[in-house]
């Protein structure tokens, strides 16, 4: 344990950050899982669950908790997924 007291301080922020930004990145996976889940079943709130998710990654980029291109990614596979959920469920 650090003896400076600024050095005592910043422990203790980094430890407040890293929990905010370890709940965001589990409400961020949440979303994408409910947002593909619905998509499979064929569910009528699968748009509305994929564009939840999508804000959710925008919002984690925006705030740096996740990089911008990662949160692009992302936000492109979840739309693959949804999509071709979406087209399979219909066709059937």
Request: no cysteine; aromatic share 0%; glycine share 2%.
């Amino acid at each position: 344990m650090a003896n400076i007291k600024s050095q005592i301080k910043r422990i203790r922020t980094n430890e407040q950050a890293h929990e905010r930004n370890k709940a965001a990145k589990s409400e961020v996976k949440t979303r994408i899982k409910t947002a593909l889940h619905s998509a499979e079943a064929g569910a009528a709130t699968a748009a509305e669950d994929v564009r939840a998710a999508a804000k959710r990654l925008d919002k984690a980029a925006a705030r740096g908790i996740i990089h911008r291109n990662q949160a692009a990614n992302r936000k492109s596979a979840l739309m693959r997924r949804a999509a071709a959920s979406l087209s399979a469920t219909s066709v059937e």
